[in-house]
């Protein structure tokens, strides 16, 4: 049974690697990043002087199934890094091909969610629901849309072989970021959407 | 399967980056700068780019006070002085003392540590070639209107910029768009070198060397590290808020569509409040190298002063709104903070009793590291002591926006922070220089500096108490302020002369210096074991450590009444087979140059101007940025192994 | 020398965190991808609950815990079980929580001071 790589005999002070500790410490920072937002967002919640509100947008079915999709893409995440620390290097390129599609999915539920709120009178600079919704869930998208590149990376630098058993730590990191990057949607997702004013 | 990739294509690539790397390789020339990756020459730069930052700051420092000399002395005219105001507080913050700590860091972390590098030499690279390009990117704004009439155009909101004088609607001009993109690029340096040093602290540390028996100045970096990679997103998204308000009319602080423009305060502080301990921590940290080795004993209460610093850390985040009691938040969150922010005073007075019980029976050396060392727990204890008043709520609703919190801040930066700095400087840059300083100048400087410092920023207690405000860029006579304000003016001259008194030496001291050889001060810890100044891999064979104060303990063993007694001349103490010698490094693999960090570096400050100017840019930033970080990744960290 | 070396030298000094680890890695199997499986069912599952509850017209405190408990299980099990927190070293939850509960208290502090509402 293959053991994670970073958790392997290593020459640091810790036994721990360095860049899988580095990725622990962004994503610890970055709770602080998403904290603010949703802070702001919280603090703003019911205060909009005119509408229109999250309740006269929201379609709540239509974001359940996008963060469902999100979530399927953690899984198919983990199994892209279960595969690679097996050595299943072509089980690693479909898992990664597959959650890399399952976000760009989230990526257009989100652009056409945004195109429709537009539509109904939502902007930036609309009201205060406007400005904190497009930039909480702006830079979420962000940070998702980075993710997708980092995973279409390592699935181009895989195509050349470049990415075998012994190299899963890569695939273990970008699987950090992208699970990070759906936690925090779990959490917009409940005090965003399902949590109104 | 993997895909073939034609072999002309890959191999010219290749080819390519290694030819440039080759370049880079040679230890001379501007390009083995440009693309270094070694921590000691990181160091370098940042120290020589935070000085030049210090004098443009002090400079504005003294046309602000040649203003303030006496009343409506018409040097500087409301506006220019405003802006000139801002970059000060800016630039002293942000451009000098956060890069002079940072010079440390990366001047002495790997080497006290006994390891050859940082974890991440490129990523240390890059912080320094963003924090240059913030702070050339904040300085352009000066010219960014018709300097030669006397138009500023750089930022005027104040260091800490408040809503609502921040919105587009009272400040149109570019001022506020330079100075919210400059700190935001500055940001990303400072949170690239926060992770950098955690990593390396907690993971390169040479056997033997477990937490406690890390230096303490190793201690206070990694505190610092975790402060900043915490605190720096808050102000980021403090920032982003600011610069969406402006540039795409959002309302994070916008009243008419019921935002609170006191979120920006609570944002600022949140981050502020974590980022004068990020300002202070380290330069306790190099005060608690310096006075154990110039009284030959060691640092009194070790766990105590590294347990208080770690209790600082935690602190500094629960006393923010000591910044805001005068804005109508009312009595149970004025009281609270009030409480925690005594507290705090508490891990701070631990740490300067241990100092003092360090220097108690000491054989003091009252060299000039020590004299600034012995300066700074002086002066920081007074601007320890009148932060206890601003603690105290009735007594800071007088103080508030006066002179006395002006008089506050520098006593415990300036006083505290830029004198530790310079305790650093004397102590440590003739390790890398191999010269020491002579040390009649800097007692001179020292002098000078001490009541230059005591005779700009003492008064201002008082005029503050008197009721002066701050930022006013003058004032009408009669209201009791004028002799004070001569005496601060007379006294930032005296800084001044000082100031030139250390360049004096220090340009002297590379020409003429006495050499300093491997250990100058009968140091305690492993950066004096290796030659002044060291080879490029650091050690020849990375030490084992088995107490604190290694080097120390290498030397000297005790008597019956615990007095040092110099080991015997070539006896290893119990240790054999460790001995110092460093017969040339041959087969030591450090990491290799890189030119990607410059690169993906430069993309910010173009990203930066495009959102101010002409939004094409900020795509062209983008791609130099992505191209950038591609190369990085793609590249080998060291030459011979596979990305 | 190196760490290793130090180590094989019978170096007593040096924290054995490494030990820590191997011994943590054997007392739970890991998961394989049947479990990831499942556990990516169980999260629809919670993720279809959190949806239907919205929609029962609950009381709003009522709806409020149960949206948090049940959001919050999604998150421990993505933390705990994908991101493999539960079988790896201490010091990376430590980083992590760190972070998480310094961002919830500075904020919950923040929030009560503006006067804003968590919910």
């Known amino acids: 049974m293959a053991q994670a790589v970073g958790t392997a005999h290593l020459e640091t002070s810790t036994g721990l690697d360095n860049r899988k500790l580095l990725m622990w410490l962004f994503l610890g920072s970055e709770c602080l990043f998403f904290g603010s937002l949703i802070a702001a967002y919280l603090l703003y919640r019911d205060r909009s002087v005119t509408g229109p509100y999250p309740g006269d947008l929201f379609d709540i079915p239509f974001t359940s199934v996008s963060a469902f999709v999100l979530l399927m893409s953690s899984v198919s995440m983990v199994l892209a ?94 699987g950090l970021y992208w699970h990070f990057v759906d936690i925090v949607w779990i959490v917009i997702f409940t005090l965003v959407y399902l949590i109104q004013p | 399967m993997a895909t073939e990739w034609p072999q002309t294509r890959k191999s010219g690539l290749a080819d390519a980056l290694r030819g440039a790397r080759e370049m880079a390789d040679q230890h001379y020339g501007i390009w083995s700068w440009i693309a270094t990756v070694d921590h000691k020459r990181i160091g370098i730069m940042y120290g020589v780019t935070a000085f030049i930052f210090f004098l443009t700051g002090g400079i504005e420092a003294l046309l602000l006070r040649t203003q303030l000399i006496v009343p409506h002395a018409g040097i500087l005219d409301a506006d220019q002085y405003n802006r000139i105001l801002t970059m000060h507080g800016t630039t002293m913050v942000f451009l000098v003392i956060m890069p002079l700590s940072a010079t440390f860091f990366n001047l002495m972390i790997p080497l006290m540590i006994g390891a050859r590098d940082v974890a991440f030499p490129r990523l240390n690279a890059f912080s320094y070639w963003v924090f240059l390009a913030g702070g050339i990117f904040l300085n352009v704004s000066f010219f960014t209107k018709n300097v030669f009439s006397g138009e500023l155009g750089a930022p005027d909101c104040g260091w800490t910029c408040y809503s609502t004088l921040s919105s587009k609607a009272f400040s149109p001009g570019h001022g506020v768009d330079f100075w919210a993109l400059g700190v935001q690029i500055l940001g990303i340096a400072s949170l690239a070198s926060g992770f950098n040093f955690i990593v390396t602290i907690l993971n390169m540390r040479a056997p033997g060397m477990t937490l406690f028996r890390m230096p303490l100045f190793v201690w206070m970096t990694l505190v610092t590290s975790f402060l900043l990679i915490f605190a720096m997103p808050v102000i980021a998204v403090a920032l982003f808020e600011l610069i969406f308000d402006r540039l795409f009319n959002a309302n994070f602080f916008n009243p008419d569509k019921g935002g609170n423009p006191l979120l920006w305060q609570h944002m600022f502080w949140l981050f502020g409040h974590p980022e004068v301990y990020i300002l202070i921590l380290p330069a306790m940290g190099i005060v608690s190298e310096i006075l154990p080795t110039f009284s030959r004993k060691p640092l009194f209460g070790y766990p105590f002063v590294v347990f208080s610093g770690i209790a600082i850390g935690f602190m500094s985040w629960g006393v923010w709104v000591h910044h805001m009691y005068t804005t109508g938040l009312g009595t149970v969150a004025n009281s609270a903070f009030g409480i925690s922010t005594i507290l705090i005073g508490v891990p701070t007075g631990v740490k300067v009793l241990n100092w003092m019980a360090t220097l108690w029976g000491g054989s003091l050396n009252l060299k000039a590291p020590m004299m600034f060392a012995v300066g700074f727990v002086a002066m920081f204890t007074i601007g320890g002591l009148s932060g206890v008043t601003h603690s105290v709520v009735p007594s800071d609703y007088q103080q508030q926006d006066t002179y006395y919190v002006v008089a506050h801040f520098h006593y415990v930066l300036f006083g505290g922070a830029i004198f530790a700095l310079f305790a650093g400087f004397y102590y440590w840059v003739p390790k890398f220089t191999g010269k020491l300083l002579d040390d009649r100048l800097g007692q001179i400087h020292f002098w000078l500096m001490l009541i230059g410092f ?190 | 020398m190196t760490l290793a070396e130090y180590r094989g030298r019978g170096g007593a000094e040096v924290p054995r965190d490494d030990q820590h680890v191997a011994e943590a890695a054997h007392v739970e199997k890991h998961p394989g991808p049947l479990e990831y499986a499942q556990i990516g069912s169980i999260l629809a599952l919670i993720t279809g609950v959190e949806v239907a509850i919205y929609y029962l017209g609950l009381a709003h405190t009522l709806l409020v815990v149960g949206l948090m408990v049940l959001s919050a299980t999604k998150f421990s099990m993505v933390v705990l079980w994908f991101m493999h927190l539960k079988f790896d070293h201490r010091l990376f939850s430590t980083m992590f929580i760190l972070g998480f509960i310094l961002a919830l208290s500075v904020f919950t502090v923040a929030l009560a001071t503006v006067g804003g509402k968590l919910v």
Not at chain 1, 154 to 171: A, E, H, Y
Not at chain 2, 518 to 533: A, N, Q, V
Not at chain 2, 578 to 592: K, L, N, R, T, Y
Not at chain 2, 615 to 621: Q, S
């Open chain 1, 81 to 174: 890094l279960a595969a690679i620390q097996r050595g299943n290097v072509r089980g690693m390129q479909i898992w990664l091909f597959t959650t890399a599609t399952l976000g760009l999915l989230f990526l257009s539920g989100q652009a056409f969610e945004f195109t429709e709120f537009n539509h109904e009178g939502l902007s930036l600079s609309t009201n205060l629901f406007g400005t904190t919704f497009f930039v909480l869930t702006g830079f979420h998208g962000a940070h998702v849309t980075i993710g997708v590149l980092i995973l279409l990376s390592l699935f181009t630098v895989s195509l050349q072989g470049r990415i075998q058993q012994k190299d899963s730590l890569n695939i273990e990191l970008a």
């Open chain 2, 454 to 643: 005591n005779l700009t920023f003492f008064p201002m207690h008082i005029s503050g108490l008197l009721g002066m405000p701050r930022r006013i860029s003058t004032y009408s006579e009669g209201q009791g302020w004028d002799f004070w304000n001569l005496l601060s003016t007379i006294g930032a001259f005296t800084i001044a002369t000082s100031i030139l008194v250390f360049i004096i030496n220090f340009i002297y001291s590379l020409r003429r210096g006495e050499a300093a050889g491997h250990d100058p001060w009968d140091g305690r810890t492993l950066e004096w074991t290796i030659p002044s100044p060291p080879p490029h891999y650091n050690f020849e064979k990375i030490p084992v450590v088995h107490a604190r104060d290694p080097f120390w303990h290498e030397k000297y063993t005790e008597d019956a009444e615990g007095r040092p007694i110099p080991v015997v001349a070539g006896a290893a103490n119990g240790h054999e087979g460790e001995a110092h010698e460093d017969p040339g490094g041959h087969g030591i693999h450090m990491p290799s140059p890189s030119y990607f960090p410059l690169i993906a570096a430069l993309g910010f400050p173009i990203m930066a101007t495009g959102l101010i100017y002409d939004y094409a840019l900020v795509a062209v930033g983008a791609a130099v940025l992505f191209v950038g970080i591609y190369g990085w990744a793609l590249e080998p960290a060291t030459e011979g192994e596979e990305a």
